[in-house]
């Protein structure tokens, strides 16, 4: 199997197998909403829609009573569930709009993308080291 194949759509591999992220193309042009209604002990529960309205870890941890690993992890599990759960720096919300999570996707592949060009600088390293 190429690299190419092995990679998440949209994802190429370019020389040394490094990561590039070709995007999805245009950003929708419409502000079509999200209908999503999060059910009772999951962290979307715990979360408002806007990104004004963000809750950093800490806070969902305080509220919860989980550690703010714990947090995130499931978070993660609710995001692969489809749930449409937006994160920054400021924290995390619930997407009011499709190009919300659009733009989302985009930056998360972008840092997947820089952690693989740095994970294989690293294995660079090493090889360097064994000759």
């Not at 963000?54 to 499931?74: D, F, M, N, Q, W």
């Amino acid at each position: 199997m190429k690299k190419e194949e092995k990679a998440a759509p949209g994802v190429q591999t370019g020389s040394g197998g490094q990561m590039k992220f070709d995007g999805f193309g245009e950003l929708p042009t419409e502000d079509c909403s999200i209908s999503f209604v999060p059910v009772q002990g999951t962290m979307a529960f715990l979360l408002s829609k806007g990104h004004a309205n963000a809750k950093t870890a800490s806070e969902l941890s305080e509220i919860s009573g989980l550690h703010p690993r714990k947090v995130t992890e499931a978070i993660q599990r609710e995001r692969l569930r489809g749930a449409p759960i937006m994160s920054d720096t400021t924290g995390f919300w619930i997407a009011e709009n499709v190009k919300e999570v659009s733009h989302c996707a985009q930056q998360l592949h972008r840092r997947a993308a820089q952690i693989h060009k740095t994970a294989r600088a690293l294995q660079k390293t090493v090889r360097r080291c064994r000759t």
